[in-house]
């Protein structure tokens, strides 16, 4: 996968590289994608939901430019394999999952691989985490029309947060960077993300 997928496409950072060697994606994917879970493509979770593309993490994590000492905020846990990837990366993860079953599921397969720096909470994401808040890092992994509002109030200075932006059915990494003078954008590669639901999110029915 790494030789393969990710170092062709132009992925360089030797941390997310490594990392992505060490988690075993398998165990995220589950037992009905266990031929394919090293695929080049993103797989079915249950629920509706996904396991994003191996392409689409590695860029993400390298966007967001770990050293090993930040506190990252994931919204969308799914799988829990992203989660698992940036727990490798930084010093601490706090994911958020709107469905039970799913954050449920992740925190099982965080625990019987012994990650203790992943904290998994069921909710509506876009709501923040007030308690654990500031993050340097915010990752969104579903589909927003609009960068939500309450999750640049909980990044510090300088941080950085990549979301998907874009119509329910296609659209673009978008690469925050807040500074004094405003937050600074900057977009990446098209993707296609299931959808982010919540008060600053799609409506469930939409
Ligand atoms: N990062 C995941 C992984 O590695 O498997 C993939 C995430 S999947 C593409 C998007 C996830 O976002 C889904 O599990 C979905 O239920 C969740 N989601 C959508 N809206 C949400 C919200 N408002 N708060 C938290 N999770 C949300």
Redesign the pocket.
Known sequence: MVATQLIPRGIKDTRVLDAMRRVPRHL?AGGSNLHSAYDDMALP?G?G????QPYM?AIMSALLKLKGTEKVLE?????????AVLAELAKEVYS????SA?ADRAADTFRSLSYANIHVKTA???LRWPEEAPFYRIII??ASPKIPAPLTSQLVMNGILVIPIGSRFSQQLLKITKTERGLIEEYHTPCV??????EY?WQADA
Do not use: H, K, M, W
């Open positions: 995220f979770i629920e939901q996904t396991i994003s993490v919204i969308g846990t799914g799988s829990g394999y992203q989660g958020i999952e709107r469905i799913l509506d994401g876009t992994t579903a993300f299931v959808p982010l639901i919540g999110g």
